[in-house]
């Protein structure tokens, strides 16, 4: 529990750095607008000349043109080659998304992971390409930012209470940092390795052209603000100084966008060269064209793809897309979705124009537009409540969703006649509707877990919108009479009240979830859980199902009690074993409510030796995904003992049946006679291997484990010398055997014997697989573009024979001709994961001792 109240802060203190920096630009703005009124800066805004605004565009096209060229030298950087069209979709999209998020090129990652992915890209070459394109944004912002507060450098404002007068030291700093990637792409040449991957060096040609592009877009996209504001008395290499310092308080304080605080610094350090008003105008447009207009952009591209696909003729055309959007399109729809809430909350904080209101007022009664004024905001609010529910592919946010949006469009005409705001919903109403297929989850929204981020991104918008509107009214002296105040020029009651609407929206939200019984950390099995296990395993054609049964594992149900997923708990790590079992229409949801579960008690999830065809619920709960080894399966309707290479299982048969041994396959409701015997046998067995019973992916000897199952054995004469407990798989799809155990006088050939049996006995019944188990680290590849964890995985199949004989398991499996299938980890990556691999090996073998003594 201490450990826990020690790791709870640092979830935490980033959003709480962005609040109080959010807070800080607020005061800032209240404080450098104070003699200016919201008609002032409206006026600003709507006054700007056509060129300035037509260059400022100019600017930015130029900018997303330059970061196209990122991702260009970053495909090259990762040895690839692609067409230009592709590569320029994904920056564009990826960066779309990264700017409503934040400043860092990272945000865009799930972007260009599906897009590149879908163009042959390996997992590794991608994760070269997005961090290239990340140390291409900051090795320009470095040599921007190094130069600009060197030769230029900027006076702070005393309020600051800084141990230095300018941004002169840190321009020193900047390019003390920047010379270190110079230095080293001029004198190493080993690569760089970060968490088992290789990043090679940049060539000094390679660089320079990382210098180019990234000093290029930074100067593209200062100079675009810098012909909005147009300050009189500010060069354009002075105000790049501001620029850049401001881009970097954004980024740090981790609000979405900068909003607030990249309005608020700027107005604050550009106060001694021009009007507070006239730069916050400017900064709005800028908003605009910067950010705003490539969301919407992104957004309707969105919707235009899930259109074309129900159009049968244009299928191929969209189909790279498709391998893609089902990832990307719930990301994108939920920052639409939170951006459609701040536009209305932010519309309902601010007076309607006065012409508008007078051509409503021969339309609509006055009720009318206060009930539409009023549920604008609540909408607003719950707008930014229900996003992260359609991140999370939730069915009900996105019902929800469309129907605030439909909301939302009608409300912003008749309570001022925002046809603008309209027109915007509108456009994320239409991106929204095609896009059903991809909300399948069928969970609470109050249940849901919400991360420190977004409930900060929450709170700043609703803050911002009550700062706005209290800008908007500051003339309006108040009263407790303005609450109780109708009138169609009654803004500023309006405003009030709208407000108590959304804050009480937030509050009951807060208040349902805070009332909601709390998830148990790990809820004990009871005697109802395992008859519904049972008769799911059942059900199940995998045999891997009947572990479930082993009695050391914990349960999380699908709402119908069909599908589970059998889990450990060992340190922070809830390793559950395999893919869910059940009908694949419930597996996304039981592996988003297991995820969720881990979160809720900030621990890891993990999944343990699950297939490739279910990689894609795990990609998309943000886990990373590592080889363990291959399974053996062998097709039982191809097994015989006949040909040239089963002449040496033909002799064991042969001989073991000469030497008087026999097989037998005893019914489950006879083992328990066998019990003794049984147990003699095991105990001998691990006597012999000196080891010790292990659990969770393998079964231990217990008479109430044993006694579910038929039991294979072999006698010598009378005598039980070797057997194994037998899985079967619903309509015989597969057969398997759990433990296998033989007492050291049985003779040689005992289990082979015991397969051969096993394997023409399945066949004779109609079963087509038998499953063989997994030989770990199999199947790794010693390549140099491979990760690091799997090259050291395959050195270890071939060199470590001292410790575990890797290489003959795999050998002794393949005399059955299997086929080979891969299994995965799939678990948080990073400096977490040699803890989860302890983990998971202390949960197998019963503790850290069992581990070191077998």
Not at 70 to 87: E, K, M, Q, T, W
Not at 306 to 327: S, T
Request: hydrophobic fraction near 50%; include cysteine.
């Amino acid at each position: 529990m201490f450990q826990r109240m020690k790791r709870t802060p640092l979830r935490v203190i980033w959003p709480l750095v962005g609040l109080a920096l959010f807070a800080a630009a607020l005061w800032a703005l209240h404080d450098a607008l104070r003699k200016y009124s919201y008609h002032e800066v409206l006026r600003e805004f709507r006054n700007l000349p056509a060129d300035r605004i037509g260059l400022a565009v100019a600017l930015a096209l130029a900018s997303y043109l330059l970061l196209t060229l990122y991702d260009a030298l970053g495909v090259r950087y990762a040895g690839h080659a692609l067409p230009y069209r592709r590569i320029a979709l994904a920056s564009f999209v990826g960066q779309a998304f990264s700017n409503a998020v934040g400043h860092d090129l990272i945000a865009g990652a799930s972007v260009r992971l599906r897009l590149y992915s879908g163009w042959g890209l390996s997992t590794l070459a991608i994760a070269k390409v997005i961090a290239f394109c990340s140390m291409t944004f900051w090795l320009g912002f470095l040599a921007v930012a190094g130069v600009a507060f060197t030769v230029e450098p900027l006076a702070l404002p005393p309020a600051l209470h800084l141990p230095f007068a300018s941004v002169q030291p840190l321009g020193l700093v900047f390019l003390a940092a920047l010379a270190v990637p110079v230095l080293a792409s001029a004198l190493r040449r080993s690569p760089l390795v970060v968490r088992g991957l290789e990043f090679p060096i940049p060539s000094p040609r390679l660089l320079a052209g990382q210098l180019a592009i990234s000093i290029l877009d930074w100067l593209a996209v200062g100079g675009a603000l810098y012909v909005l504001l147009a300050p009189p008395k500010l060069s354009f290499g002075g105000f790049v100084g501001i620029y850049v310092l401001v881009q970097l308080a954004a980024v740090v304080s981790q609000v979405p966008g900068g909003l607030g605080v990249f309005e608020g610094g700027m107005v604050l350090l550009l106060a001694p060269f021009m009007p507070a008003a006239a730069a916050l105008g400017a900064l709005l447009a800028f908003r605009v064209i910067y950010y705003l207009a490539p969301l919407a952009v992104a957004a309707a591209l969105l919707g235009a793809h899930e259109l074309m696909l129900r159009r049968q003729g244009v299928r191929r055309a969209v189909q790279v897309f498709g391998r893609w959007a089902p990832a990307v399109v719930p990301q994108l729809l939920a920052i639409t979705c939170f951006v459609g809430g701040t536009i209305l909350l932010f519309s309902g904080a601010t007076p309607a124009a006065r012409w508008r209101l007078e051509w409503l007022r021969d339309f609509i009664p006055l009720p009318v537009l206060e009930l539409s004024h009023f549920l604008g905001s609540v909408a607003g609010a719950a707008l930014l409540l229900l996003a992260q529910g359609l991140q999370k592919r939730l069915d009900g946010a996105y019902l929800m969703a469309v129907s605030l949006l439909s909301v939302g469009v009608v409300v912003s005409l008749l309570k001022g006649l925002d046809y603008e705001e309209a027109a915007a919903l509108a456009l994320m109403l239409a991106a929204l509707l095609p896009s059903r297929r991809h909300f399948y989850r069928k969970a609470s929204l109050t249940g849901e877990w919400l991360s420190p981020t977004w409930i900060g991104a929450t709170v700043l918008v609703l803050a911002a919108s009550i700062w706005l509107g209290f800008f908007s009214y500051k003339h309006v002296e108040y009263s407790s009479d303005l609450w109780w105040r109708f009138a169609f020029s009654g803004n500023a009651p309006r405003f009030l009240r709208a407000t108590v609407g959304a804050v009480g929206v937030a509050l009951l939200f807060a208040v349902a979830r805070l009332l909601r019984a709390a998830p148990p950390r790990a809820p004990e099995v009871v005697g109802g859980d395992l008859e519904r296990v049972r008769a799911v395993v059942a059900r199940s054609p995998r045999t891997q199902a009947n572990l479930a049964l082993l009695g050391d594992k914990r349960f999380v149900f699908s709402d119908d009690g069909g599908s589970f997923i059998m889990y450990g708990v060992n340190g922070r790590s809830w390793v559950a074993l395999g893919d869910p079992v059940g009908p694949g229409s419930a597996m996304s949801e039981l592996v988003w409510r297991f995820g969720e579960l881990c979160h809720r008690h900030d621990d890891w999830p993990v999944f343990y030796e699950v297939g490739r065809e279910h990689l894609h619920l795990y990609l998309d709960l943000g886990l990373t995904v590592m080889r363990l080894g291959e399974e053996a399966r062998v097709p039982l309707g191809e097994f015989s003992l006949e040909g040239h290479g089963r002449k040496w299982l033909r002799h064991v048969h042969r001989r073991l049946e000469a030497e008087g041994c026999s097989f037998e396959i005893v019914p489950a409701a006879g083992v328990r006679e066998l019990l003794d015997d049984l147990g003699s046998v095991s105990e001998e067995w691990l006597a012999a291997k000196r080891t010790r019973e292990k659990g969770f992916s393998l079964g231990f000897f217990s008479p109430e484990y044993v006694t579910q199952f038929p039991v294979a054995v072999v006698r010598h004469g009378s005598r039980i010398v070797a057997f194994a407990n037998v899985w079967t798989g619903a309509g015989q799809e597969e057969l398997s055997v759990d433990l296998m155990r033989f007492r050291g006088d049985a003779p040689n050939g005992v289990m082979e014997y015991m397969f051969v049996k096993l394997m023409l006995w399945g066949r004779g019944a109609g079963y087509r697989w038998f499953n063989l188990g997994m030989a770990p680290l199999s199947g790794m590849q010693e390549r140099t573009l491979a990760p690091l964890w799997m090259r050291l995985g395959a050195l270890v199949y071939r060199h470590g024979e001292n410790f575990y004989n890797f290489q003959g398991i795999r050998q002794y499996k393949e005399k059955f001709a299997p086929v080979w299938e891969p299994r995965y980890l799939a678990s948080p990556g990073g400096l977490a994961l040699p803890r989860i691999v302890a983990n998971v090996a202390a949960l197998i073998a019963g503790g850290l001792k069992g581990v070191v003594l077998k």
